[in-house]
């Protein structure tokens, strides 16, 4: 995909990897509308991004991902339709936003977040982009984790999340509504990433928070503009779809297999 002139859509855009992504298009010459629950970090970034690249080019609105209704403030709905109505059309969507959380009442806003959020944001992007819906298709690219690959035993909701992100993606992929309507759906699985995610490990947001943070601390870190790399390769690479791409420090990009064998 040609990613001059098209608009893309990014969720939690305020900093970390969202921000890297939406500097990533921009640097490529889309235009882009980014969200984010956290309005001051937003609107702080805005102001770099509109220096840099123009106020014509990049717009940021306050939505909480998880808001499903439109009584409760900005909604994915209200983003999307926002984007559309600014920039002509949707081409590219990233449903990037995302949280950890492990233990009770905690845990119930990372799956509304990171799970309902991506469904929402994901069937959105379907209807905007899909040609049989008036779009001009396009690509999703939604971000799991590399920990969604395998278990990890001190962030099981946590990447129970970013599991289920994993399958709604390679099942959407296949889907009629996507593949009919010209619309790709992949999957970026990062390794650890220096982001205030991982700086913000807790009691809270892990168990046995120790021995999380020494495997962190062992564990080779890529910058957030390694990752914002691999997340343009999803999006550039027309011939990527259902794919699902790691990335870490270590070994760099790895596009992964998912065989089930029944025994
Ligand atoms: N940093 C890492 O090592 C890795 C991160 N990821 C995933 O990458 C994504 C981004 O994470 P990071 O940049 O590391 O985190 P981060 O905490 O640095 O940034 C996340 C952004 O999302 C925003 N956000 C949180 N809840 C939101 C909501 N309900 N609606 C809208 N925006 C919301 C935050 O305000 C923040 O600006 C997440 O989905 C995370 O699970 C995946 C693998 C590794
Ligand atoms: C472990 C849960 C912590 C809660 C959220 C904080 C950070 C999240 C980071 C990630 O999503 C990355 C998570 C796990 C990586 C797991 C394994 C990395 C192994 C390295 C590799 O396979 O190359």
């Avoid at 306050?62 to 994915?76: A, I, P």
């Avoid at 920990?147 to 390679?170: D, F, H, Q």
């Avoid at 990433?193 to 947001?205: G, K």
């Avoid at 699902?244 to 760099?252: N, P």
Wanted: glycine content about 10%.
């Amino acid at each position: 995909m040609q990613v001059e002139g098209k608009v893309a859509l990014v969720t939690g855009g305020a900093e970390g990897l969202g921000r890297a992504f939406t500097e990533a298009l921009l640097e490529a010459g889309a235009k882009v509308c980014f969200c984010d629950v956290n309005t001051e970090q937003g609107e702080s970034t805005y102001t770099v991004l509109k220096s840099k690249y123009g106020s014509d080019r990049v717009i940021f609105q306050k939505c909480d991902v998880s808001n499903q209704t439109e009584m409760e403030g900005k909604s994915l709905n209200y983003l999307f339709r926002c984007t559309k109505e600014t920039f002509g059309n949707i081409d590219i969507v990233c449903n990037n936003a995302g949280i950890g959380g492990e233990k009770p009442p905690l845990w119930g806003k990372v799956v509304d977040v990171n799970v309902k959020g991506c469904i929402c944001g994901t069937l959105l992007a379907l209807d905007y982009l899909s040609t049989e819906k008036g779009g001009s298709g396009g690509v999703i690219v939604n971000i799991s984790s590399a920990g969604a690959l395998n278990i990890n035993p001190y962030g099981p909701v946590y990447l129970a999340t970013k599991s289920a992100i994993l399958s709604l993606s390679r099942s959407f992929a296949q889907n009629p509504l996507a593949c009919s309507g010209g619309v790709r759906v992949n999957v970026l699985c990062p390794s650890f990433a220096e982001t205030s995610l991982v700086r913000n490990i807790s009691e809270q947001n892990t168990y046995d928070v120790n021995v999380a943070r020494k495997f962190v601390e062992h564990t080779p870190s890529m910058s957030p503009k390694d990752v914002a790399e691999a997340f343009m390769e999803l999006v550039v690479d027309e011939s990527k779809n259902g794919a699902v791409l790691k990335c870490s420090k270590e070994k760099g990009k790895q596009y992964c297999t998912i065989n089930v064998t029944y025994s």
